[in-house]
């Protein structure tokens, strides 16, 4: 399908924001050496995991595609919410980590290198008094080895609730969605290391901003559930200095709402929703508008990730109970 209108939006967000060509999601749009990593849309989907784990939220691959990473929960009574590994391949499904402090890891990143994992939790906000009266003092974000361990807090103050994550062009600059100390949604800035983060963007158009990639030119994709629109998530692209330039509208999107580019760069792939309740791929092509809808046997797709160094892309069904791969 061809979408003319649709085609000068993205490209007037490019011209405006600098972004296009072979950008980088989270880092992850990184050239093989060899120039095959691909450019076009996914054109297949398939299950990886299922049982073990319910409700995951969002899903990374390691550098080289054969290992995928998401949260969810324990299909135990009560579940609790965990971080779960998989070969992409399929197989057992591993636990990290699971039960407190997390309680809704929604956001997970990989760091550049595929040693670490960043674990954003929206289920916790900063500085809110508990029980006792008392402020929390739990985190908003973590750290987790990608061989399993402790999770570790990692300090993101001026950042009330945590999202979305993604990496700048740099590897060490974590890009975050999600709400100030004001309650106000934003897109904010944290060293890798942790520390005070910095605002990029606060309040509107922002709504209720989720799913997230940053390309070479530190243009940050990020995706919104926009809320007041009903079934109008959306898909912005946010400047270094927070200019913001809505670029698609009008889908339907699961929670976590996600964002991915293709290996090779070029075409933006958003799991949705369509009219009649299935999960769908619908990929962009961020230059010309063009869009593919990719039917699939997902039911709610969230959080979608493509390997550094592979045409492939993990995926969380949230309603699925599963994860799948799609290549």
């Known amino acids: 399908m061809r979408y003319p209108i649709l085609g000068l939006a993205i490209a007037a967000a490019l011209a405006a924001c600098g972004g296009g060509g072979d950008d980088d999601d989270d880092g992850d749009q990184q050239d093989d050496g060899g120039g095959n990593l691909p450019t076009t ?34 299909d135990e009574a009560p579940p609790r919410p965990a971080i779960f590994s998989v070969a992409a391949s399929g197989g057992s499904v591993d636990t990290l980590v699971a039960g ?37 003092t739990q985190s908003v974000m973590y750290t987790l080895s990608a061989d399993g361990g402790a999770l570790a807090p990692l300090a ?34 944290l060293s890798a290391s942790g520390g005070s983060a910095s605002e990029i963007l606060v309040g509107a158009p922002l709504e209720s901003p ?22 109008g998530g959306s898909l912005s692209a946010i400047t270094a200095d927070g200019q913001a330039t809505e670029v698609v509208a009008g889908l339907n999107l699961a929670h976590p709402g996600g964002v991915s580019l293709v290996a090779g760069g070029g075409t933006a792939v958003i799991p949705n929703i369509d009219d009649d309740g299935a ?43 599963a994860v799948f791969l799609a290549r």
């Open 41 to 74: 849309p996914p054109t297949e989907v398939s299950m990886v995991a299922s049982g073990g784990f319910q409700s995951p939220m969002d899903a990374v691959s390691s550098p080289d595609g054969e290992k995928f990473f998401f949260s969810g929960y324990t």
């Open 279 to 321: 999960g769908r791929l619908t990929s962009v092509n961020i230059e010309s508008g063009e869009q593919t809808v990719l039917a699939s046997p997902m039911k709610a797709p969230g959080g979608i990730r493509t390997a550094r160094q592979a045409g492939v892309f993990a995926i969380a069904d949230t309603e699925g109970d």
């Open 210 to 231: 989720s799913g997230i990639y940053v390309d070479s030119d530190n243009v940050a994709w990020v995706m919104d559930h926009n809320p007041s629109r009903g079934l």
């Open 156 to 189: 993101a103050e001026g950042i009330a609730e945590a999202s979305g994550m993604a990496l700048g062009a740099d590897g060490e600059t974590l890009y975050i969605t999600g709400f100030n100390a004001s309650g106000q949604p934003g897109l904010f800035t």
């Open 100 to 136: 407190l402090p997390l309680e809704h890891p929604a956001g997970l990143l990989m760091s550049a290198d595929g040693s670490t994992l960043y674990v954003a939790d929206i289920g916790t906000h900063a500085g809110e008094a508990g029980d006792d009266g008392a402020d929390s």
